[in-house]
């Protein structure tokens, strides 16, 4: 399948589970579709990189390593995504990177995760932070962000005075994250 082809694929997908789980599994069965399907994605003024990034979501979501080839790719184009709905699957594959990078159990993320990597997962999860996104991109970032923060010092004090700063003007479901995170922080 060529770019192009895979670009008016991209045409059928929904937000269905059903629909994003069949693209992403045609993804990882054809390894050779990453790199085009990120290519469509990091166009991030078209509608249509919103439907590749809920592929990539899915086909991380299903096969984590499948990204491992493409973390330069991946990493370095991050920060550049801006319309919301291809925020959140972006912050929740950061997620996956960083809940496996600090997993207990042996994966290849922790061999192939470099410094570089995390330190652009930082910035763009520290800028939706910052940023008017929505919750969910919050709730993934500020996990990611903890996560980081058992490596790098400096994060949790930051993150704290992120979360506590937006506390009172954010909704119910920030708030329960960020209450659940700041207790993580002071007990670490």
């Known amino acids: 399948m060529t770019k192009a082809e895979l ?3 991209l045409n059928y997908v929904n937000h269905s589970r059903d629909m994003r789980l069949k693209y992403a599994n045609l993804v990882i069965d054809n390894p050779e579709l990453i790199a085009p ?3 469509i994605l990091f166009d991030v003024n078209n509608k249509i990189s919103c439907r590749a990034a809920w592929v990539f979501e899915f086909m ?3 096969n984590l ?7 330069d790719t991946f990493t370095n184009n991050i920060s550049k995504v801006h319309l919301d709905p291809a925020v959140r699957p972006i912050a929740k594959i950061c997620e996956y990177l960083t809940k496996a990078h600090y997993s207990k159990s042996e994966n290849l993320i922790k061999k192939e995760l470099s410094e570089t990597h995390k330190e652009r997962i930082v910035e763009a999860c520290f800028d939706w932070m910052i940023n008017d996104e929505k919750i969910a991109t919050k709730a993934y970032s500020m996990n990611s962000l903890y996560l980081l923060g058992t490596e790098y010092d400096w994060i949790h004090p930051e993150l704290a005075i992120i ?3 937006d506390y009172e003007m954010q909704s119910s479901g920030f708030k329960a994250r960020a209450k659940h995170i700041l207790k993580k922080i002071k007990n670490s």
Do not use: K, S, T, V
């Open 7 to 9: 670009y008016e694929e």
């Open 37 to 39: 399907l990120l290519d």
């Open 60 to 62: 991380c979501g299903e």
């Open 65 to 71: 390593e499948a990204i491992i080839p493409h973390l």
């Open 163 to 165: 979360l506590e700063r």
